[in-house]
């Protein structure tokens, strides 16, 4: 079955720190991934995806992520977090065109001073 | 450009009562997706409409949810009767359709579902 596996469930970092959030999804010949990020009592927003081509993708808010088809892993990485990062981030995927996509369970970011 | 709209924000049902949730896509967008988000963890779909016509809604418990897009804009989704184990955010999303693609995925601020 489809899956896709975010290793942390919480990651507490310090402002200014570098951050990585894992996420790892079942292989499969075609894959389209996306990083979600959600504020509280909001809805989900893109923050980047892979499609295809290059594999490392840069997104908004200084976050990008890199497609690692041998280790089937796309983790989001920032080198310097602020405060106003902290929220939930949900790594999801899809293996056919035009389906919808399945998420992981989250990682919550929480960044302090 | 406006985005993905749904309403109500919140509702709190008591069981065994019934709901409705609207959303409205964004301008253009033929697909549509309604997921469920139980607190603490991603979201799941329950159905994604192509048009008005239903692409999966394989996860979807129709004993009690129900959901259309009649004229392939607005989309309903409906639970008759509520369980306590609904209580959820309800999130809709849309995108554009591209044949042989897949299409980013915008979503709504989501209605917080609480059954007492």
């Known amino acids: 079955a489809q899956s896709v596996t975010q290793l942390d469930s919480q990651v507490p970092v310090f402002e200014e720190a570098p951050v990585e959030l894992r996420c790892n999804y079942s292989?499969?010949?075609?894959?389209?991934l996306f990083w979600y990020v959600q504020y509280p009592n909001q809805g989900l927003q893109l923050l980047l995806k892979?499609?295809?081509?290059?594999?490392l993708v840069k997104g908004i808010n200084g976050f990008e992520a890199e497609f690692n088809k041998s280790q089937t892993s796309f983790h989001l990485r920032k080198p310097s977090v602020h405060i106003s990062d902290t929220a939930e981030y949900f790594c999801?995927?899809?293996?056919?065109?035009?389906?919808?996509?399945?998420f992981g369970k989250g990682t919550t970011l929480s960044v302090s001073s | 450009e406006a985005g993905v709209a749904q309403s109500p924000r919140y509702k709190i049902i008591e069981k065994r009562q019934s709901v409705a949730f609207w959303c409205n896509p964004i301008?253009?967008?033929?697909?549509l997706y309604w997921y469920q988000q139980i607190l603490g963890q991603g979201p799941k779909l329950l159905i994604q409409?192509?048009?008005?016509?239903?692409?999966?809604d394989s996860q979807l418990p129709k004993d009690r949810f129900s959901a259309e897009r009649l004229k392939g804009v607005d989309s309903t989704l409906k639970i008759q009767p509520a369980k306590l184990e609904d209580s959820a955010v309800y999130l809709c999303?849309?995108?554009?359709?591209?044949?042989?693609?897949?299409?980013?995925?915008?979503f709504g601020q989501g209605t917080r579902l609480t059954v007492v």
């Open positions: 999303a849309s995108s554009l359709h591209r044949l042989g693609q897949t299409a980013t995925a915008f």
């Open positions: 292989s499969s010949v075609s894959v389209y």
């Open positions: 892979y499609l295809s081509g290059s594999t």
């Open positions: 999801a995927y899809s293996n056919q065109a035009g389906t919808a996509l399945i």
């Open positions: 301008s253009g967008h033929a697909t």
């Open positions: 409409f192509q048009n008005n016509g239903v692409v999966d």
